[in-house]
Each structure stands twice: as C-alpha cells, then as structure tokens.
C-alpha cells in the first residue's frame, strides 16, 4: 500500500468511528438526564398504553350506550366503575375512545416523521453533494414547497377524497421535508470537502456509499432532537385536521373528532373535551421532555469537542 493510501486511510477511519461516536454519545448523555428518562417513560408508557389499554379492559371504543350518557368520570356525582372518565354524548367510553384517538396520533405523527426524515435528508444530501445546478433546482423546490402552510396544503388535498391515515401521512410527509433537507444540505455542504471524504474518494468509494456511509452520520445529531419536537407537531396538526373535519373519519375515534364533538357540550359534560386534551397535553409534554434534552446533550457535546 503507497503511503498515501495508508494515510487517507488512517484520516477516513477514525473520522468516521468519530462522527458514530458523537452521535452515541449524544444519546447516552440525553438518557442520563431525569428531564429525557421522565419524558422516554411517560412516552413510552402512553405507546403501550394505547396499543394494548382498549383490549385489555375490554371496553368497546365505539359501542352506544343512551342510558348511560353522559356520565362524568370517578369522583363526580354519577360516575360509575364502568367508565372511569365518563362517557360522551351517545355513552361512548371516552377512556376507551381518548385510547384510539392517542394510538391514532402517535402512528401518524411517528410514521410522517420518519418519511420526512428520510424524504428530506436524502434531497438535501444530494443537492449539498452534487452542487451546481441540481442543488439549486432542489432548493427552489424546496422554498416553494416552505411558502405553502400545512392547513392549506392539507385541505387542498384532502377536502377533494375522503382522508384516511394514509393520505394524512402523505399530506404531513408532503409539508414537513423541506426542513431536513435544509439541515442535510448544510451539514453535506460543510463536509463534502474535509479531509475524510477526499481520503475515501482516493480509496475507490463511490459517491452513494461516501454520502450514506461516511457523511449520513453527521446528519444525525443536528436533527434528532428537531425529529423528537417534530412529532409533537404532527399530533397537533393531525388533531386540528380532525377537529376541522379533515382528519381520520368517524366511526373511527380521534383527538380531533373527540375534541369537536364536546364542544357543544362544554357547559354540563366538560370532560368530553378535558380528558381527550389532557391525554394529548401529556403526550406532548413526554415528547418535549426529551426533545429538550437531546437538545442540550449535542450542544454541550458540540462545546466539548470544539
């Protein structure tokens, strides 16, 4: 092996152990954090709770009951064991329904995440690696695509078919991935020209593997914690398309849905629209918890190696 091989190979491997190293690094010191591991906790008990809560107390989410409507949930005059937060205006179990519309929220918000994780980090890679005029045709698009609001786009698209999950999450991929390509381009830009991208270049990678392989950890750290609040966003919005009639469709229980229907009701049942708000402002809380700590896990981790 010639001595340059030898020393681009010695600058590309350590660089690339090191930039790995970092991301960990970053994770473990967030998990070390009461504020991540209250917020990982709450979290993760509200995913089980919402997988496996509707079949193992055994109460339909979507069975009428008139006789028992609007009943308030335990501790008031008239709660009954049977629905421990009341039930709607057609004795519905809402404790069961807030459990469908939770479920509901976290699949779409996680799910629309990864696809703009994925959809945005591989535009901005490309247009940061390639340069020249692919990056500025993408970036335009990009803009462009910033320029229209979630809301517009959403009824836009979704006021002309019936919504399903699966068209919302297009909707919220469709609106969100602008934002990673903006954080991959820049961290492509910054280190397309260091000194282990050249030593991988002379040892006969090709650009998909030096961009995937060598560059894509670095993209990690800067947008974990944006990923993590961004899923939060993404319940909001998948609530709102629900409260607004644009969401997931009745029969099927949501936030939204939920939320809409108790507010005709908000003088004598305010737990319709309470217990559903509350599930989400949980949720929501859990999810910040961690973002905030992952956030300033990178940045005392960035000062330390700086």
């Known amino acids: 092996m ?3 091989l030898v020393s681009t190979t010695s600058v590309a491997q350590p660089t690339l152990r090191g930039q790995r190293w970092l991301s960990a690094t970053m994770f473990i010191n967030a998990w070390r954090t009461t504020e991540f591991r209250i917020g990982f906790f709450v979290f993760f008990g509200l995913i089980v709770l919402s997988v496996l809560g509707p079949s193992l107390f055994g109460v339909s989410p979507t ?19 049977a629905h421990v937060l ?9 404790f069961a329904r807030s459990l469908i519309g939770l479920r509901n929220a976290l699949m779409i918000g996680l799910i629309s995440v990864v696809g703009m994780f994925l959809l945005g980090s591989a535009i901005g890679m490309i247009a940061g690696y390639v340069g020249g005029w692919v990056d500025l045709i993408l970036m335009r698009i990009t803009d462009a695509q910033m320029a229209i609001p979630v809301i517009i ?14 068209s919302i999450v297009c909707v919220l991929i469709l609106a969100g991935w602008p934002a990673y390509a903006r954080t991959a381009r820049s961290v492509m830009l910054s280190e397309r020209r260091k000194e282990y991208v050249r030593a991988a270049k002379i040892l006969g990678a090709s650009d998909l593997r030096i961009m995937i392989v060598h560059i ?8 974990a914690f944006v990923a993590v609040l961004e899923v939060a ?33 908000l003088m004598n049942a305010w737990w319709i629209t309470t217990v559903p708000g509350l599930l989400l402002a949980i949720s929501l809380c859990g999810i910040n918890l961690m973002g905030g700590a992952l956030e300033r896990a990178r940045n005392k981790l960035l000062q330390g190696v700086s």
């Open 63 to 81: 069975k009428i009951s008139v006789t028992d409507k609007f009943l308030p949930p335990i501790g008031f005059e008239g709660g009954n064991w």
């Open 2 to 4: 010639t001595p340059e």
């Open 153 to 166: 786009l959403a009824i836009t698209i979704l006021g002309v078919s019936r919504p399903t999950p699966f």
């Open 86 to 94: 009341g039930t709607d205006q057609l004795g519905r179990d809402l």
């Open 233 to 265: 966003r993404m319940m909001i919005i998948e609530a709102i398309l629900g409260f607004i009639g644009i969401g997931i469709q009745p029969p099927t229980p949501t936030f939204g849905t939920i939320i809409a229907d108790g507010t005709k009701y």
């Open 216 to 223: 894509a950890p670095n993209i990690l750290p800067p947008i």
